[in-house]
Protein backbone atom coordinates (compact mmCIF):
# COMPACT_ATOMS: atom_id res chain seq x y z
CA UNK A 1 0.00 0.00 0.00
CA UNK A 2 1.08 3.30 -0.75
CA UNK A 3 1.58 5.57 1.95
CA UNK A 4 2.07 9.09 0.92
CA UNK A 5 1.78 10.63 -2.27
CA UNK A 6 2.26 13.88 -3.99
CA UNK A 7 -0.05 15.47 -6.38
CA UNK A 8 1.68 18.84 -8.66
CA UNK A 9 -0.74 20.25 -10.91
CA UNK A 10 -1.45 23.49 -12.34
CA UNK A 11 -5.08 22.73 -13.13
CA UNK A 12 -6.61 23.14 -9.27
CA UNK A 13 -9.53 21.46 -10.50
CA UNK A 14 -8.18 18.20 -11.44
CA UNK A 15 -6.80 17.71 -7.74
CA UNK A 16 -9.99 16.68 -5.88
CA UNK A 17 -10.47 13.99 -9.11
CA UNK A 18 -6.81 12.58 -8.46
CA UNK A 19 -7.25 12.85 -4.89
CA UNK A 20 -10.40 10.42 -4.94
CA UNK A 21 -9.36 8.01 -7.18
CA UNK A 22 -5.73 7.88 -5.59
CA UNK A 23 -7.42 7.20 -2.04
CA UNK A 24 -9.70 4.57 -4.01
CA UNK A 25 -6.61 2.85 -5.14
CA UNK A 26 -5.61 2.45 -1.07
CA UNK A 27 -3.17 5.83 -0.80
CA UNK A 28 -3.50 6.91 2.59
CA UNK A 29 -1.75 10.60 2.68
CA UNK A 30 -2.56 12.69 -0.43
CA UNK A 31 -1.71 15.88 -0.90
CA UNK A 32 -1.31 18.15 -3.89
CA UNK A 33 0.75 21.51 -5.16
CA UNK A 34 0.24 23.77 -7.77
CA UNK A 35 3.73 24.15 -9.81
CA UNK A 36 7.59 22.89 -9.39
CA UNK A 37 8.93 25.64 -7.12
CA UNK A 38 6.14 24.36 -4.40
CA UNK A 39 7.17 20.88 -5.34
CA UNK A 40 10.97 21.05 -4.43
CA UNK A 41 9.88 22.98 -0.89
CA UNK A 42 7.17 20.28 -0.16
CA UNK A 43 10.19 17.44 -1.12
CA UNK A 44 12.41 19.33 1.32
CA UNK A 45 10.31 19.35 4.00
CA UNK A 46 9.10 15.45 3.71
CA UNK A 47 9.53 12.32 1.86
CA UNK A 48 7.33 11.21 -0.17
CA UNK A 49 6.51 7.70 -1.85
CA UNK A 50 5.24 8.82 -4.83
CA UNK A 51 5.08 12.05 -7.09
CA UNK A 52 2.32 12.40 -9.75
CA UNK A 53 3.14 15.16 -12.00
CA UNK A 54 0.43 16.40 -14.16
CA UNK A 55 2.01 18.57 -17.32
CA UNK A 56 2.52 21.06 -18.00
CA UNK A 57 2.66 23.13 -14.90
CA UNK A 58 2.41 27.11 -14.57
CA UNK A 59 6.45 27.36 -14.24
CA UNK A 60 7.97 24.53 -16.36
CA UNK A 61 7.08 21.71 -18.23
CA UNK A 62 7.37 19.23 -15.43
CA UNK A 63 9.76 16.87 -17.36
CA UNK A 64 12.54 18.98 -15.38
CA UNK A 65 10.73 18.63 -11.88
CA UNK A 66 10.81 14.79 -12.70
CA UNK A 67 14.28 14.75 -13.44
CA UNK A 68 15.62 16.77 -10.01
CA UNK A 69 13.24 15.03 -7.96
CA UNK A 70 14.27 11.45 -9.48
CA UNK A 71 17.68 12.54 -8.64
CA UNK A 72 17.46 13.85 -5.57
CA UNK A 73 14.59 12.10 -3.46
CA UNK A 74 13.96 8.61 -3.12
CA UNK A 75 10.21 9.38 -4.33
CA UNK A 76 8.86 7.33 -7.71
CA UNK A 77 8.17 9.72 -9.99
CA UNK A 78 4.96 9.33 -12.07
CA UNK A 79 5.01 12.21 -14.90
CA UNK A 80 1.11 12.09 -16.66
CA UNK A 81 1.48 14.16 -20.42
CA UNK A 82 -0.34 14.15 -23.35
CA UNK A 83 -0.77 10.84 -25.18
CA UNK A 84 1.09 11.83 -28.77
CA UNK A 85 4.32 12.78 -26.01
CA UNK A 86 4.24 9.71 -24.10
CA UNK A 87 6.61 7.72 -26.01
CA UNK A 88 9.00 10.95 -26.22
CA UNK A 89 9.21 11.72 -22.20
CA UNK A 90 8.78 8.10 -21.80
CA UNK A 91 12.15 7.16 -23.74
CA UNK A 92 14.38 10.86 -21.56
CA UNK A 93 12.54 9.10 -18.27
CA UNK A 94 12.88 6.07 -18.48
CA UNK A 95 16.75 5.50 -17.98
CA UNK A 96 16.53 7.46 -14.48
CA UNK A 97 13.48 5.41 -13.32
CA UNK A 98 10.17 7.44 -14.22
CA UNK A 99 7.36 6.47 -15.09
CA UNK A 100 5.08 8.06 -18.10
CA UNK A 101 1.13 7.75 -18.49
CA UNK A 102 -0.39 9.07 -21.84
CA UNK A 103 -3.97 11.59 -20.92
CA UNK A 104 -6.52 11.14 -20.73
CA UNK A 105 -5.38 9.38 -17.59
CA UNK A 106 -7.16 6.24 -17.54
CA UNK A 107 -8.14 4.21 -14.25
CA UNK A 108 -6.80 1.09 -15.04
CA UNK A 109 -3.85 2.63 -16.68
CA UNK A 110 -3.12 4.39 -13.13
CA UNK A 111 -4.02 1.27 -11.08
CA UNK A 112 -1.43 -0.81 -13.42
CA UNK A 113 1.13 2.16 -13.00
CA UNK A 114 1.30 2.75 -8.53
CA UNK A 115 0.61 -1.27 -7.98
CA UNK A 116 4.44 -1.54 -10.41
CA UNK A 117 5.21 1.55 -8.31
CA UNK A 118 4.69 -0.35 -5.07
CA UNK A 119 6.39 -3.37 -6.15
CA UNK A 120 9.53 -1.71 -7.42
CA UNK A 121 9.44 0.26 -4.09
CA UNK A 122 9.32 -3.10 -2.00
CA UNK A 123 12.04 -4.18 -4.47
CA UNK A 124 14.09 -1.51 -3.72
CA UNK A 125 13.87 -1.39 -0.14
CA UNK A 126 14.51 -5.32 -0.05
CA UNK A 127 17.81 -4.64 -2.03
CA UNK A 128 18.66 -1.45 0.37
CA UNK A 129 18.45 -4.06 3.33
CA UNK A 130 20.67 -6.54 1.34
CA UNK A 131 23.29 -4.08 0.63
CA UNK A 132 23.79 -3.16 4.05
CA UNK A 133 23.73 -6.37 5.42
CA UNK A 134 26.86 -7.13 3.02
CA UNK A 135 28.00 -3.86 4.15
CA UNK A 136 28.12 -4.92 7.77
CA UNK A 137 29.46 -8.07 7.13
CA UNK A 138 32.29 -6.16 5.41
CA UNK A 139 33.05 -3.99 8.16
CA UNK A 140 32.48 -6.35 10.46
CA UNK A 141 35.50 -8.90 9.06
CA UNK A 142 38.00 -5.49 8.38
CA UNK A 143 37.57 -4.95 12.02
CA UNK A 144 38.27 -8.87 13.18
CA UNK A 145 40.54 -8.83 10.41
CA UNK A 146 42.59 -5.52 12.08
CA UNK A 147 42.39 -7.47 15.65
CA UNK A 148 43.96 -10.87 13.98
CA UNK A 149 47.04 -8.16 12.70
CA UNK A 150 47.18 -6.83 16.00
CA UNK A 151 47.84 -10.15 17.69
CA UNK A 152 49.95 -11.47 15.52
CA UNK A 153 51.96 -8.69 15.95
CA UNK A 154 51.89 -8.34 19.56
CA UNK A 155 51.46 -11.52 20.33
CA UNK A 156 53.49 -12.88 17.29
CA UNK A 157 50.34 -15.22 16.82
CA UNK A 158 50.23 -16.85 13.02
CA UNK A 159 47.58 -15.72 11.18
CA UNK A 160 45.53 -18.99 11.82
CA UNK A 161 47.00 -19.28 15.98
CA UNK A 162 45.17 -15.69 15.93
CA UNK A 163 41.94 -16.89 14.14
CA UNK A 164 41.64 -19.50 16.80
CA UNK A 165 42.42 -17.49 19.49
CA UNK A 166 39.16 -14.82 18.62
CA UNK A 167 36.99 -17.98 17.97
CA UNK A 168 37.97 -19.49 21.02
CA UNK A 169 37.48 -16.18 23.15
CA UNK A 170 34.05 -15.85 21.32
CA UNK A 171 32.73 -19.19 22.87
CA UNK A 172 34.62 -18.97 26.08
CA UNK A 173 33.20 -15.75 27.12
CA UNK A 174 30.01 -15.97 25.26
CA UNK A 175 30.48 -12.79 23.00
CA UNK A 176 30.75 -12.99 19.32
CA UNK A 177 33.37 -12.60 17.05
CA UNK A 178 32.97 -8.91 16.37
CA UNK A 179 32.83 -7.97 20.01
CA UNK A 180 36.36 -10.14 21.26
CA UNK A 181 37.90 -7.96 17.54
CA UNK A 182 36.68 -4.88 19.64
CA UNK A 183 38.02 -5.55 22.99
CA UNK A 184 41.47 -6.61 21.73
CA UNK A 185 41.23 -3.84 19.48
CA UNK A 186 40.28 -1.63 22.70
CA UNK A 187 43.52 -3.05 24.63
CA UNK A 188 46.14 -3.17 22.17
CA UNK A 189 45.45 -0.26 19.99
CA UNK A 190 45.47 2.32 22.49
Given at each position: ???????????????????????SEGCR????????????????DREFSVIIINTPLSDEFGDSLAFDLLRSTGSSVMLIV??????????KLLPCGG?????????????????FI??????????QKENYKLHKKVEDSRIINRAKCILMEYLSMSEAQAHKYIEKQAMDLR???LEVAKNLLSTYDS
Open positions: MIDNVLIVSSREQSIPSFISLLRSVGAVKNAAQAKMACSKNELEHKIEQYVIGKPLDKTVLHKALNEASANRMISLLTR
